[in-house]
């Protein structure tokens, strides 16, 4: 009798509806992800500021769709007054208090600088949007001014991201 009652026992609990609660799947930290700035000091003699535009624009598409991909991130828009948000517009409590309100959990801000023909600075910084603390704050330079060479920095930097510890 007693060499029955173990398997008894778990064929029960095998077949025994579960009673527990399933466990909820952690949700990402929220964030808001405000447009960089760009400044082109490199003195060129070619208008560039179409084509950096629409670089910048693709890459604030990339990044943000990047981010919202995984698991560790959810992308959410925040309000400013007046848009569209900026960080030459509003300054960054500002920021830091429309994040909060779209209900971010980090403020991710930024700006790309062209300082000649070759090199590109990205500045960017994560900001806590509860305590206004600064979780990230890199200078990342990259080479180049082609669709390529801003698709490798985009890409570079939201591995760089992604690699922030939960909060």
Sequence with gaps: ???????????????????????????????????????????????????????????????????????????????????PCSVQGAGVPALVAAAREAGADILLIGGVHKMSTLVQWAKIEAIDARTGRVLFDKLFTFRGDTDEAWQRAESFIFGELAALPRS
């Design 1 to 83: 009798m007693r060499c029955l009652l173990l398997p008894i026992l778990a064929a029960g609990l095998w077949f025994a509806p579960s009673c527990g609660i399933a466990a909820e799947p952690e949700q990402g930290a929220a964030i808001a992800v405000i447009d960089f700035d760009y400044v082109d000091t490199s003195g060129e003699p070619r208008d560039q500021s179409k084509e950096h535009e629409a670089r910048l624009a693709a890459f604030m598409d990339a990044l943000k769709s990047d981010l919202a991909k995984g698991a560790k991130f959810r992308v959410v828009a925040a309000a400013c007054r007046p848009d």
